[in-house]
């Protein structure tokens, strides 16, 4: 009688951590097109305030702060 093959072996190690590996990054990719999307949603929102999107302000910090209050309101919105 020969003994039972061993549950594990580092080719079959190997496999499962490759395919974890490449899990890992399909849920990056997965979770960055989701964020995209999400940006250009709030870029198309963001075109209603047209100061911003023509930018009138003439410091950078007076800029931010428009751009800030902004997303305020869009996501107080939802």
């Known amino acids: ?33 989701a964020t995209e999307e999400q940006l250009i949603s709030a870029q198309g929102e963001l075109k209603q305030w047209h100061g911003l999107a023509t930018r009138y302000d003439k410091t950078a910090t007076i ?11 869009i996501w107080s919105a939802r």
């Open 1 to 33: 009688m020969s003994a039972p093959p061993p549950a594990s072996t580092p080719r079959l190690d190997l496999l499962r951590f490759l395919e974890r590996v490449q899990e890992r990054d399909l849920q990056r990719t997965r979770d960055w097109i």
């Open 63 to 73: 800029y931010l702060a428009g751009l800030h209050l902004a997303a305020i309101a």
